[in-house]
């Protein structure tokens, strides 16, 4: 399946826009993408494994954490991951 | 540097002050050039979603940036940066802005509206490999007058053949 990287993400996947990984689940393309960019693990998940609360995931037009089986929710080939770290700011005061 | 066409340099300050005393929010679409910079292309509004506090925070709905992301990959142009104001409040980036920004590489265009009116506007390049050691830069902003950054482009590599 493809997954669609972010602009600051790219310099781990060598420039590119948009990667082709296999995998069954969310979680296995996710391990797949690892394996393939390695550098690219740390800036999307803690050291605990946990994805890092400001990295957005969606799956086609679905938020993963709003999906019943997150990321053990089964994909095919056919499926998009955008992966999208938040916008978010302001003046505080 | 940050390059950005005079009509989208106008439009983003704009809508600083058409949402005033709310902040306002957007997407800066383009391309980074090796040893020149973020060059934007196009600006894309987005709406905040921050309506409980919009006077002082801003956020992104995350499928808005999905949206606008798909946006860029058919125009075949990247997300380089954001906008958004400060109403009534210095265009320097706050804490709460660079505790947010996780966008490394891009620019962060941060526009003064004042009492209604855009006043100051200023573009912050957050440098960095990681949430461990980034930080925001202050960056020259050049506005092309131009009708187009790839126009003026196309000009300047013409004049120096």
């Given at each position: 399946?493809?997954?669609?990287?972010?602009?600051?993400?790219?310099?781990?996947?060598?420039?590119?826009?948009?990667?082709?990984?296999?995998?069954?689940?969310?979680?296995?393309?996710?391990?797949?993408?690892?394996?393939?960019?390695?550098?690219?693990?740390?800036?999307l998940?803690?050291?605990?494994?946990k994805?890092?609360?400001?990295?957005?995931?969606?799956?086609?037009?679905?938020?993963?954490?709003?999906?019943?089986?997150?990321?053990?929710?089964?994909v095919?080939?056919?499926?998009?991951?955008?992966?999208?770290?938040?916008?978010?700011?302001?003046?505080?005061? | 540097?940050?390059?950005?066409?005079?009509?989208?340099?106008?439009?983003?300050?704009?809508?600083?002050?058409?949402?005033?005393p709310?902040?306002?929010c957007?997407?800066?679409?383009?391309?980074?050039?090796?040893?020149?910079?973020?060059?934007?292309?196009?600006?894309?509004?987005a709406?905040?979603t921050?309506?409980?506090?919009?006077?002082?925070r801003?956020?992104?709905a995350?499928?808005?940036?999905?949206?606008?992301?798909?946006?860029?990959?058919?125009?075949?142009?990247?997300?380089?940066?954001?906008?958004?104001?400060?109403?009534?409040?210095?265009?320097?980036?706050?804490?709460?802005?660079?505790?947010?920004?996780?966008?490394?590489?891009?620019?962060?265009?941060?526009?003064?509206?004042?009492?209604?009116?855009?006043?100051?506007?200023?573009?912050?390049?957050?440098?960095?490999?990681?949430?461990d050691?980034?930080?925001?830069?202050?960056?020259?902003?050049?506005?092309?007058?131009?009708?187009?950054?790839?126009?003026?482009?196309?000009h300047?590599?013409?004049?120096?053949?």
């Amino acid at each position: 399946m493809n997954i669609h990287i972010p602009t600051p993400l790219r310099a781990y996947t060598g420039g590119l826009e948009t990667v082709s990984v296999a995998g069954a689940t969310v979680n296995a393309v996710f391990q797949q993408l690892t394996v393939q960019y390695p550098d690219i693990k740390q800036h999307l998940f803690t050291p605990e494994g946990k994805l890092r609360s400001f990295v957005n995931v969606y799956l086609n037009d679905d938020d993963l954490r709003y999906l019943p089986n997150k990321e053990e929710t089964a994909v095919t080939e056919f499926d998009e991951l955008t992966i999208i770290p938040s916008i978010a700011g302001g003046k505080s005061c | 540097m940050l390059r950005i066409h005079y009509d989208d340099y106008e439009s983003l300050r704009t809508h600083g002050e058409e949402t005033y005393p709310n902040e306002c929010c957007g997407v800066l679409l383009g391309k980074n050039i090796a040893g020149e910079g973020n060059h934007v292309r196009q600006i894309v509004r987005a709406g905040n979603t921050r309506t409980d506090s919009a006077h002082n925070r801003y956020h992104i709905a995350p499928q808005e940036l999905v949206k606008i992301q798909r946006q860029a990959r058919g125009l075949g142009l990247d997300i380089v940066g954001f906008y958004h104001s400060h109403p009534d409040h210095p265009a320097q980036w706050s804490k709460t802005d660079f505790a947010e920004a996780h966008w490394l590489g891009c620019s962060y265009i941060i526009t003064s509206v004042d009492q209604g009116k855009a006043v100051l506007t200023n573009s912050f390049l957050l440098t960095g490999t990681g949430e461990d050691d980034k930080n925001f830069e202050d960056e020259p902003i050049q506005i092309d007058i131009a009708t187009h950054v790839a126009e003026a482009e196309a000009h300047n590599q013409k004049g120096q053949e």
